[in-house]
């Protein structure tokens, strides 16, 4: 089989990194890109979740309690409060 280059840029202490991490398990980054290559194309998906960040805004707990208090409000059950900005220390 004919081999071709992939030129991949990254930050170079995620290059450092994985390097290492791919000389802790006795491979080396081509080897590594080779594997994941491979999986995308017999998985037809990237192998692995991605996701937005674990921003707790975000979370079940806090989407269930946002919705909760906007049926209060929504029953007439807030609080109107004024705005009081801070001042500058």
Do not use: W
């Not at 590594?32 to 998985?43: D, G």
């Not at 269930?64 to 009081?84: C, D, F, P």
């Amino acid at each position: 089989m004919a081999q071709t280059t992939l030129s991949v840029r990254m930050d170079e202490a995620v290059k450092k990194q994985f390097d290492a991490f791919c000389a802790d398990v006795g491979m080396n980054a081509s080897v590594a890109i080779n594997l994941f290559a491979k999986a995308v194309i017999r998985e037809r998906r990237i192998p692995f979740e991605i996701a937005a960040s674990d921003d707790p805004f975000y979370s079940e707990k806090n989407q269930a309690r946002l919705k909760k208090s906007l049926e209060q409000l929504n029953a007439g059950k807030g609080t109107v409060h004024e705005l009081i900005e801070a001042e500058d220390d």
